[in-house]
């Protein structure tokens, strides 16, 4: 692992909360599916695109980006050894030959300047350190014109059943959080005001902010029973006598229908892109005063183009179409 500057995270994540998610796999990755639509309808990943995948756990979502991406690829960087194990060997046993690994603090890892399109987590981001110097070194990692899109929770409320029924069943185990619970908990609210996440992004250097909320309905078990095993498996060595394990079970049963335990939960989408300093290029060279055109460069070494802009009507100079391109270049 790089540098680290996070290190009550690493050791909560390389503990035994992170083997836990890891032994679980396969239930977080169904309780956290609802937000997978969303999050890349928003993150807009192409064919040919590079992804960065912050705070990837387990690896679904960027074995989700690397599909969207191929013939491009995907990088997942996480903190946490025991997910990433886990994520390596998913990605083997699918054949995902076009996704990556990298255990690393994604607020300081050394990322290639502009080397990747799209930059998207699915609940990573809260845990960092210091949010404003994260977020500016993953734009650092975009290319000019590149799109961030990310997903955290709501503050809990009333619209959220999760919230509401894992309070509950934490007073009925006597839940006493111990230091890496209480790290996880402020983390996991660290960007829960819109506000803050705003400010963060425009300090960070991102433009078109946007934060959207969004209501999921996360899955915690196949039915009442299969859910409290599931929940009290997080509070290892904690037997209960058979009163209190009803008392669970009835906190759960409004939840339960055909399809399982299900408890809807509120999320903030947020997308950003980072901006172009040069945003056009006339691929003709010609020089900018023939053409009543927006501002432009004359040439762009590193420019990439990615989707073709109609030409202002023709001035009486102009001999041939100017064809403007969005620019890639810093």
Do not use: K
């Amino acid at each position: 692992m790089t540098l680290v500057v996070n290190p009550r995270q690493a050791e909560v994540w390389n503990g035994p909360v992170g083997a836990h998610w890891a032994a679980h796999q396969t239930r977080y990755d169904a309780m956290l599916a609802g937000v997978n639509d969303a999050l890349f309808d928003a993150a807009a990943v192409a064919p040919g695109d590079r992804v960065l995948d912050v705070g990837c756990g387990a690896g679904a979502t960027t074995r989700i980006a690397a599909g969207l991406a191929a013939p491009g690829h995907a990088v997942g960087v996480d903190i946490s050894a025991p997910l990433l194990e886990r994520a390596r060997a998913s990605t083997a046993a699918e054949g995902v030959a076009n996704a990556a690994y990298e255990c690393a603090d994604a607020q300081v890892h050394p990322f290639p300047a502009q080397g990747y399109d799209v930059v998207v987590s699915r609940g990573g981001v809260m845990f960092f350190a210091d949010h404003t110097a994260a977020f500016r070194n993953l734009a650092r990692a975009l290319r000019s014109g590149g799109r961030l899109a990310f997903v955290c929770p709501q503050p809990p409320g009333e619209h959220s059943e999760e919230a509401r029924a894992l309070g509950l069943f934490a007073r009925l185990v006597d839940e006493e959080p111990g230091p890496e619970a209480l790290a996880a908990r402020s983390a996991m609210a660290s960007l829960s005001d819109p506000e803050r996440v705003r400010a963060i992004l425009a300090e960070a250097g991102y433009r078109e902010v946007a934060v959207t909320p969004v209501t999921v309905e996360a899955v915690w078990g196949r039915d009442v029973r299969d859910a409290v095993d599931f929940l009290l498996s997080r509070y290892p060595g904690r037997p209960l006598p058979a009163g209190r394990l009803a008392e669970l079970e009835a906190a759960l049963l409004p939840h339960a229908t055909d399809t399982g335990v299900r408890m809807r939960a509120g999320v903030w989408l947020v997308t950003a892109v980072r901006p172009c300093r040069r945003p056009y290029v006339c691929v003709t060279g010609r020089p900018r005063t023939e053409f009543a055109l927006p501002p432009h460069g004359d040439s762009c070494d590193t420019g990439v183009p990615s989707a073709v802009r109609a030409p202002s009507a023709p001035s009486p100079t102009r001999s041939a179409p100017c064809v403007l391109f969005p620019c890639r270049s810093p």
